[in-house]
């Protein structure tokens, strides 16, 4: 724990014991045990890395306690290059919101494979869906988020098929509803949910399709409250270099992050 955090509301009116805390600190901080591990907050892209936080939390019956400000942010990478366009904007957005005192984890599609959902209504409801692939094992980084960030490159004016077929296989996860608005069929996990997005192009409509699925998948069926998006045009074409980095794209991620819960 930092010691500003231990020590902020503490007055010591004694010069002596005054004296005495600040050589006891200054020791300590010059004792190499005393030092802080990096990283201090965990980025994992792959489903081991995932299925092992959760495993040794729950085989050590941790019981986490944070701070009501402090948010578990999800990002899913839905493809891309390994360091292209999108994998920079979600690197930015994560950044931020670590630097905010978020516990950010980042699961890349292309790493974990997750297969579309097959309709098949087997997991109706409470069980686990039928295929086989890391879409079960993401469950618990699902469940225990309070954001999930949701990020593509724009794929024939839409967002990427692992994406979309991550959203699909949401249906394994949904509860049964006795009065179910009309239009739904059962309930989901209440969670926030924001957008990230690259292109080549930078039209007024070149993402028209992507958010209106998007809006119309995620925050209006599924009922995530929608914490806003950023449509990140003009970053070069596949054919070259990622061009990202000429833009003010990655700031702009950086601060989406860092202020996503900023005044709550």
């Not at 040794?56 to 366009?85: C, F, M, Q, W, Y």
């Not at 998006?229 to 794209?249: E, S, V, W």
């Not at 702009?252 to 900023?262: C, M, P, T």
Request: hydrophobic share 40%.
């Amino acid at each position: 724990m930092p010691t500003s955090s231990i020590l902020h509301n503490i007055v010591i009116s004694d010069p002596k014991k005054a004296e005495a805390l600040a050589n006891a600190l200054e020791a300590s901080s010059q004792n190499p045990k005393c030092k802080p591990s990096e990283p201090a907050i965990p980025i994992l892209t792959d489903v081991e890395a995932v299925r092992e936080f959760f495993l040794h939390r729950e085989s050590a019956g941790e019981e986490v306690h944070r701070d009501k400000n402090t948010k578990n942010i999800l990002v899913v990478l839905g493809g891309g290059r390994p360091n292209g366009n999108t994998k920079q904007l979600a690197d930015a957005f994560a950044k931020g919101a670590a630097d905010a005192g978020h516990n950010v984890e980042i699961v890349s599609l292309n790493k974990v494979e997750v297969k579309g959902c097959l309709g098949c209504n087997a997991c109706r409801y409470g069980k686990p869906c039928v295929q086989k692939d890391g879409f079960n094992e993401l469950i618990p980084a699902i469940k225990s988020a309070d954001l999930i960030v949701f990020a593509s490159p724009l794929l024939f004016w839409t967002i990427s098929s692992k994406l979309k077929a991550f959203i699909e296989r949401f249906y394994c996860i949904a509860e049964e509803e006795e009065n179910p608005p009309y239009g739904r069929y059962e309930k989901y996990p209440v969670k926030d949910a924001a957008l990230l997005m690259t292109s080549a192009d930078d039209f007024f409509w070149t993402y028209e399709q992507a958010v209106s699925y998007c809006k119309f998948a995620i925050i209006n069926y599924i009922g995530f409250n929608d914490k806003g998006m950023l449509l990140a045009g003009g970053c070069g074409d596949t054919n070259g270099k990622p061009q990202i980095d000429k833009t003010n794209h990655l700031a702009e991620a950086y601060q989406f992050g860092k202020n996503i819960y900023a005044g709550q």
